[in-house]
């Protein structure tokens, strides 16, 4: 059977309609997901950084082996403390020369350098009060020399990340809002198509809940497609930040990804639902002569 010239338009206009709400669900979807995966690494990018950061512990000539280990124990045991390594004055000297492209030592007779302990400290511990502390505590050993690290740098890296988390959660806040507007407003004119057909199944008889049912039925696999065509595209960043970026570690804590990944699916399922059964109401609330 043909079907007629109106049939065929309202069919077309009926699968551009789904397909423009899957589009803007998708993409909705898609950037609060990108987001989230960001707010997630921004907190690694910023532990990398901390824990570049090294205090450098200067030693006299004078420092017994004995003493130089004791110190290593003690720092290895403090909570703060990720990584602690003796450099000594030989293998100091061995690096300047390398990063100068000459060795002083030629030209000097001696090696002026010191012994020295690298400190890196664990990213969750690393603020300046706390270096700060352990700083002055280990400058009163008698054979301690210097006890160095930038303290202009890690006040200020300490600084910049507390901003950067607090507009970036304020970011994730207002586009979560933005979400829900664009997802509700594309349901709505889905649902604005067929206001009439929903007066007519409600003038037959037909119960709010069962005029209802199938509206939240279409809209909920139209969020599901939206929501898989989204992921699919965060699981593509995800690996393009993993192969461009190894030191972030992205897939070493599996959890925190596919909890974003869970966020934007629930998400998207919940706009969904609670759209579509406002929209509905809406129009099955409205007098008959109100519809057009």
């Known amino acids: 059977m043909r079907q007629l010239p109106e049939e065929k338009f309202n069919k077309r206009r009926l699968i551009s309609t789904y397909f423009s709400v899957v589009v803007s669900i998708s993409l909705v979807l898609f950037l609060t997901g990108i987001i989230g995966i960001l707010l997630v690494n921004s907190k690694k990018v910023a532990d990398h950084f901390k824990e570049q950061i090294v205090m450098t512990i200067y030693l006299r000539d004078s420092a017994k082996e004995i003493e130089l280990k004791q110190l290593q124990k003690t720092l290895r045991l403090n909570a703060a403390t990720k990584k602690v390594i003796y450099v000594s004055k030989e293998e100091a000297s061995q690096r300047h020369a390398n990063e100068i492209g000459e060795d002083f030592m030629e030209f000097l007779g001696y090696n002026p350098l010191l012994n020295s302990i690298d400190v890196y400290f664990k990213a969750s511990f690393l603020n300046p009060a706390v270096v700060s502390k352990l700083s002055k505590d280990i400058a009163l050993y008698s054979y301690v020399n210097e006890v160095v690290y930038d303290r202009p740098l890690l006040e200020l890296l300490d600084e910049n990340i507390k901003k950067i988390t607090f507009w970036m959660l304020l970011a994730s806040g207002i586009f979560i809002i933005v979400a829900v507007l664009l997802i509700n407003s594309s349901i709505r004119l889905s649902i604005y198509s ?22 939240i039925k279409t809209h909920l ?3 599901t497609l ?21 030191e ?19 998400l998207g399922l919940g706009i969904t639902i609670i759209s579509t059964f406002f929209a509905t109401q809406r129009y099955l609330n409205l007098k008959s002569d109100a519809v057009n």
């Open 226 to 246: 939206g929501a898989i065509i989204a992921m699919s595209g965060m699981a593509l960043v995800l690996y393009e930040m993993e192969k461009r970026f190894p």
């Open 194 to 215: 067929k206001r009439l057909i929903i007066k007519t199944m409600q003038l037959v008889g037909a119960t709010k809940s069962f005029i209802r049912r199938p509206f």
């Open 221 to 223: 696999l139209m969020s």
């Open 248 to 266: 972030l570690q992205i897939f070493e804590h599996p959890l925190e990804p596919a909890l974003v990944f869970v966020g934007v699916f629930i």
